[in-house]
């Protein structure tokens, strides 16, 4: 595949940093701080941040999708290391998304609830991990070659840079 074949990654990245930033900013300013949506206990600040951050979640988790099904289409190694790619992917989604989902729910949580959210994230996050646990021994291969490939490449180039004349 061709370099610009993976150019799209750049795209999701861009998007994603500035879904973070402006939500950080509009957040953090007086007026979102201050304008509440029904109750003084949700601002638009918070509003505001939860949208972003949520939103940027999404778009990692979609651009892992987009980075497996692009794995696969190559096929090979590089389909089998999609797994791998999903899951990782997957797990950090899950734990930022309890972060996200707690500082904005958490004024709301009657305090016999957070213990539900708690053990729901735990169960996901373990649940992701075995999965990703489980993709890296079934394509622990292919994984190895990937990198070798990767760091063997990096040193015949070096190899090569050291023997031409200068």
Known sequence: MAAKDWFWIGKYLIVIVVALILGAVL???ALFKSATLG?????????????????ALALLWAMGQRLARQLRGIGGGSAMLSTIVL????LIVVGSAYVVLLAFIRPFLAAGIKPFVDWTFILGLIATAVW???????????????????FG??????????????
């Open 153 to 166: 490449g990096r040193n015949r180039e070096e190899r090569s840079e050291r023997s031409e004349p200068g």
């Open 39 to 55: 109750t003084p206990r949700l601002t638009a600040g918070s509003l505001t941040q939860f949208i972003a951050h949520g939103g």
């Open 132 to 150: 990703l646990a489980w993709a890296l021994f079934e394509n622990a291969e292919a994984l190895i070659e990937a990198i070798g490939k990767a």
């Open 27 to 29: 957040g953090s300013l």
């Open 87 to 90: 899951a990782l992917v997957t």
